[in-house]
């Protein structure tokens, strides 16, 4: 099993700044993939960035340019920093791992076996 916590979340102005943090702890998969996912109420989950073994990333549309998801593998950690946020990316943001050998970074939902508790992002205007 591999456990996720994420730290960050808050409530900020359109146009400010937030930094997310997931830490990783068990049985965690050296050559794996993790990623940000967020959901919004009454919306379905929708990947929002990730990152494989080496370090390449994916990123959703609605965040490019702004969000960069990076890793310090000396602490099991990944983090999202989220520049020039607007009102919809209030959402509850996961991270997640697939959690197995992952050799290309992905946001496709159903590839991620182990989801954190999640952070509350507040964006408003």
């Known amino acids: 099993q591999v456990q996720l916590v994420e730290s960050g979340g808050g409530s900020v102005q359109a146009g400010g700044s937030l930094r997310l943090s997931c830490a990783a702890s068990g049985d965690i998969v050296r050559n794996d993939c993790m990623g940000w996912f967020r959901q919004a109420p009454g919306k379905e989950r929708a990947g929002v960035a990730a990152l494989d073994r080496d370090g390449d990333t994916i990123y959703a549309d609605s965040v490019k340019g702004r969000f960069t998801v990076s890793k310090d593998n000396a602490k099991n950690t990944i983090y999202l920093q989220m520049n020039s946020l607007k009102p919809e990316d209030t959402a509850m943001y996961y991270c997640?791992?697939?959690?197995?050998?992952?050799?290309?970074?992905?946001?496709?939902?159903?590839?991620?076996?182990?989801w954190g508790q999640g952070t509350q992002v507040t964006v408003s205007s």
């Open positions: 997640a791992a697939v959690g197995r050998l992952c050799l290309v970074a992905t946001i496709i939902e159903s590839q991620y076996n182990y």
